[in-house]
C-alpha cells in the first residue's frame, strides 16, 4: 500500500513537471501571459486531465527561467534590456502618480511579448485617465482583481497603450498600497517592485535580477 502511494506521489510529480515546462514552453514562444491559460493549454497538449498534476504559479516560472537561458539566450536579453530602459523613461513621465515597476519586466522573465507593467498610485484613479488624455495617449480601459492583502481585494483600474512599438500596463491602485504592494498569485507574498532609482541600479548591475534581490524591492 504504501508503495503504491509512492508511486502514484512520483507520477503526479512527474506529470507536474511536464506541465510546468510545456506551459513554460507556451508562454515563451506563443505569448501567453495568463499562467491558468498556459496550465490548460499545456494540460490539453499533454492529455493531462488531473487538477493535481497541475504546477503552482512559481514552478511554471522556475521552468520559463530555464527555458530562456536554453533557448532565447540573446534575444530574451535584449528584448528584456529594451523594456527597462523603457520602463525607466516611463517611471519618469508618470511621477506625479508615484510609480513603481512590477512583473517580468522587472523579475527578468521578460521577452518580445512582455508588455512593461507599472503600478500607478492614486486615490482618484480618473486623474490617471486625465493625465493620459491630457498627454494625448490613446489607453484602453480595463480592470484587475488584486489581493491587497490576506482578506482584502481590489478590482483595479488599468490602463492598456502602445509607444515606440512597445506595449505598457498601468494598474492604479489607492496611496495607501505604496506602504506594502499586492499579493502575488505566484506566492501569496507581496509583489516585488522597483522605484526608478531602484531600476537604475538594477540596470548598472549585471541586467538580471536574482530573486533574493527582488524580493528585497516591494
Known sequence: MHRARQRAERHTRERRHRLAHEAARLMAEGGIRDYHQAKLKAAERLGIHDDASLPRNREIDEALREYQRLFLGESRTEALNVRREAALHALAFFERFRPRLVGRVLDGTADGHTPVA?????DDADDVARFLADADIP????????RLDRVREHDAPVWMFSADGLAFELTVLPLDTLRQAPLSGNDGRPMPRASASQLRALLAGDGDADRESMAARR
Open 139 to 146: 489607453a484602453e480601459a480595463g480592470s484587475r482583481r488584486l
Open 118 to 122: 507599472l503600478h500607478l498610485h492614486a
